[in-house]
């Protein structure tokens, strides 16, 4: 494994060419390529975070009584898109009240 002839030369840190810096400058066609995946991995975590924030499928208050929480989204746009331009402000005002 670490003798002549062995793997670790080829899996070893800095091994495979783009990894460093020194040959991610030498590889210029690679900088794009990193960019566009880092960039893209920040808008997934962003993404995650305002699902866990904004959406009705967590419930981060911590009422005892669950019924304090049915009414906490009523006339809130918790969609991310709107295309048709609803008005939230009047949702969950004609449903009856749980309590």
């Known amino acids: 494994m670490t003798g002549v002839g062995g793997r670790r030369a080829n899996n070893g840190y800095g091994s495979m060419q783009g990894l460093t810096m020194k040959s991610l400058k030498h590889h210029v066609a690679l900088q794009p390529l990193f960019a566009i995946i880092g960039a893209g991995m920040v808008f997934v975590g962003a993404y995650l975070v305002r699902l866990a924030v904004k959406t009705t499928d967590v419930n981060w208050r911590k009422d005892k ?35």
């Not at 006339?75 to 309590?99: L, M, V």
């Open 65 to 99: 009584n669950p019924a304090n929480t049915y009414g906490y989204y009523d006339g809130k746009q918790f969609k991310f898109f709107n295309p048709a331009g609803i008005d939230y402000s009047k949702y969950g005002q004609e449903r009856p009240k749980f309590e």
